[in-house]
Nanobody, 116 residues
Framework: QMQLVESGGGLVQPGGSLTLSCAASGFIFRTYPMSWYRQAPGKERELVANIDSTGRRKNYVDSVKGRFIISRDNFKNMLYLQMNSLKQEDTAVYYC?????????WGQGTQVTVSV
């Protein structure tokens, strides 16, 4: 059974850091590109970052460039998002996603709240 399980969310002050993790199972993780998305209250879900199957190619939305780092460990079947210099506008539910040739699969999400 395919699963993506996010963890690492929480409450952090502006300027702080968090690292999100996504544990993958039920598919050949090293084969597929992965992504992090987020959805803030009242807003559409947006792509934050993606990474190819090898981990060598990464892309970021402009609003997080220089602050967030996406990475993966293909031996541990893990996807990560290191988030630094967090801002209140980063508050959202963060989801990991696997992209297959004809569809995609989502995790259940983890809440990140940036507040004083």
């Amino acid at each position: 059974q395919m699963q993506l399980v996010e963890s690492g969310g929480g409450l952090v002050q502006p300027g702080g850091s968090l690292t999100l993790s996504c544990a993958a199972s039920g598919f050949i993780f090293r084969t597929y590109p992965m992504s992090w998305y987020r959805q803030a209250p009242g807003k559409e879900r947006e792509l934050v970052a993606n990474i190819d199957s090898t981990g060598r190619r990464k892309n970021y939305v402009d609003s997080v460039k220089g602050r967030f780092i996406i990475s993966r460990d293909n031996f541990k079947n893990m996807l990560y998002l290191q988030m630094n210099s967090l801002k209140q506008e980063d508050t959202a539910v963060y989801y990991c996603r696997v992209t297959f040739p004809s569809n995609q699969y989502w995790g259940q999400g983890t809440q990140v709240t940036v507040s004083v």
